[in-house]
């Protein structure tokens, strides 16, 4: 007879619904068992969220992290429910004495794994889980849980055991505080910010990585605004400087050393696990953030994206091809510039219409911008004339120019069924004999792109996710954009969202802009400005130029 086999049962309350009944059943005649098995005990018990119901305690105090509830302890497992109020998430921790177990959740819970070795601690996934899935516990597992969402309430039902018997399977379960580097043993909940009379004892704790470190600052910054705003106080943490060093500088060196272990030399991403954990930890980090400092305007994506455009974008692009590009553009079909009116369209924030002022002899009062972003018309008018506009608004009886100007692909940000209109917009404001200047990207431009991107003092970080969709029979480039600067010290995360971008085949824009213009129609590769055969699917930038003459 096995040690298990020894364990004198504890007899299972009548009061107990059938199917929590017949789970401990199967607990109580099982040996050896391991995590897989639970899971599977546990879905053929069918327990519900209704069945669970007795146990729900969304009205637990501000300073627990989640409800805890026991529904049965028998000499060598525990089953307990605990109550998932919307924001409400576990510490990182493992189980105590547990050897098995699993979890089953009835909402969408943020669920989320770690590897700790050789003195450190990094994420190894974090995912949404689908109400009803069970996740298998064994005593290696170190993870996190919690509620990300705004407005729903949960429960979830939890099975620990130990082949021996305990007078509490979870006990000396450690919390991971990545703050201080320490590991917290205790016997109740693994909560943020216990007090110290809930700690039995402090050990010396991993080193994590930079996303893992951030997102745990993020919920315990969260755990300890909700304790004040409640009124419950902090257990002696001081809030102000705990967000202090959240988002410290000095966390800078650490976060260019993880993107130097896990990009290319070309900038690409090397690690999609760690590129997902990231990108989530930040995304979490800018909400924080949003709450914190009031910044974001929903009306404008590119509120704080402007500030940080010219030293990410505008100028590396500036330095790569778009200088080389105006000057050929101006010797090659227009070279004298100083007389000619010209129109900016999507001017940003006109850094390289200022350029073209001070070094290609455009008049100041002959240039004018016009975007659809206030942020970034405010940013452009410390450098030239602008006003917020739409190419769709174009209109020939307001003004016609000599040369329409528009970098940077802007013309593939439009509706992909507006951009024919767009480019006949154009054609209708140049005066006979002018012209249109602008690059695109080629349908394949994600090949070259790059994930990170960096201001020459790396003060200015941009980490970008692009993905090739389709709609309709039409493909995109679709680039999800996360900003981190620390220009003023601080490190600020801003979430610029996914921006999309049609990419019709180069023909069909040489056929937009012959149709439009009516004149001869030239496309260039944008950096070796080699000219591209009219049966070229691509270039070997990625990038190309539209030199579109007005007949």
Known sequence: MTEKDQIKRKKIPDVLPETLRSLINSLQTATDLKPAQVVKMMKKAAVSAEDLKEWADYDHPVTDSYGRKLIFKDANFEIMAMSWRPGDFSTIHDHGHTQWGAVQIFGPAEHATFREEDGFISTLARWLVEPGDIVGVGHSLIHQMGNPTSDVFFMS???????????????????????????????????????????DRVEEGPKADFPTRLRHMV???????????????????????????AF?????????????ANTNQNDHQSNS?????LNRELKETAILQNELYKEQRADDRFHKYAALYDSLICQPCMDAFIRKYLFFFSEKYMPDLTNKKLISIGSGTGLIEAFM?????????????????????????KRIR??????????????????????????????HN??????????????????FVGDFITPDHIRWYPNVVYSDDKKIISLRTPALIEQSGRMFQESEIINISFADGP??????????????????????FEKAFGGQVDLYDAHSLEIIPEDADSCVSTRYIVVAHKA
């Open 157 to 199: 039902l939890h099975v620990y055991g130990d082949v021996h018997a305990q007078s509490s399977i979870t006990g000396d379960a450690r919390i991971f505080d990545l703050e201080t580097e320490s590991i917290f043993r205790v016997n109740g909940g693994v909560f943020y910010a216990l007090p110290q009379e809930e700690i």
């Open 219 to 245: 919920e315990l910054i969260r755990r300890l605004r909700r304790m004040k705003e409640a009124g419950a106080g902090t257990n002696g943490r001081d809030l102000n400087k705990i967000i202090e060093d």
């Open 248 to 260: 410290s500088s000095d966390h800078r060196k650490q976060l260019l050393t993880c993107l130097s």
């Open 273 to 277: 696990i760690y590129w997902r954990a």
């Open 357 to 381: 002022i001070r070094e290609m002899g455009v008049d100041y009062n002959n240039l004018y911008g016009i975007d659809i972003s206030e942020a970034m018309v405010r940013e452009s008018q």
């Open 386 to 415: 602008a006003d917020v506009g739409d190419v769709l608004s174009l209109d020939p009886g307001v003004q016609m120019w000599d040369v329409a100007y528009s970098g940077l692909n802007v013309y593939q940000y439009l509706q």
């Open 418 to 435: 507006r951009l024919e209109e767009a480019i006949q917009k154009t054609a209708s404001i140049v005066k006979p004999g002018g012209y």
């Open 491 to 512: 490190m600020r995360v801003t979430y610029a969202g996914k921006h999309k971008r049609f990419l019709p085949p180069l023909h069909r824009i040489r056929t937009y």
